[in-house]
């Protein structure tokens, strides 16, 4: 079992960037495919970045050229770096470790994009 907890969200204008932590406690997280996920409320949950065991990474097409996934298994940490915030990102932002069947999440942390 593992436990995440997020970190680094905040009020930012459009156009800034922020870089989101996601740290692990318990197992490590190499043996975890790792992604981070978004929610408004009122609406579901959206897979933002994903980054396997192995590295291979995808991302949402909304925020493809502007988000980057990235993991330190050594400091089992996995980050996302945002640039260019539009305020249609504005979210909490969860992070997930995946293995076969078993799902963990964290608690979240708020990003709001606003002038």
């Known amino acids: 079992q593992v436990q995440l907890v997020e970190s680094g969200g905040g009020l930012v204008q459009p156009g800034g960037s922020l870089r989101l932590s996601c740290a692990a406690s318990?197992?490590?997280?190499?043996?975890?495919?790792m992604g981070w996920y978004r929610q408004n409320s009122g609406k579901e949950r959206e897979l933002v970045a994903f980054?396997?065991?192995?590295?291979?990474?995808n991302y949402a097409d909304s925020v493809k050229g502007r988000f980057t996934i990235s993991r330190d298994n050594t400091k089992n940490t996995v980050y996302l770096q945002m640039n260019s915030l539009k305020p249609e990102d504005t979210a909490t932002y969860y992070c997930?470790?995946?293995?076969?069947?078993?799902?963990?999440w964290g608690q979240g942390t708020q990003v709001t994009v606003s002038s």
């Open positions: 997930n470790a995946a293995l076969g069947i078993s799902g963990y």
């Open positions: 318990g197992r490590g997280l190499s043996v975890y495919n």
């Open positions: 980054i396997t065991r192995a590295g291979s990474i």
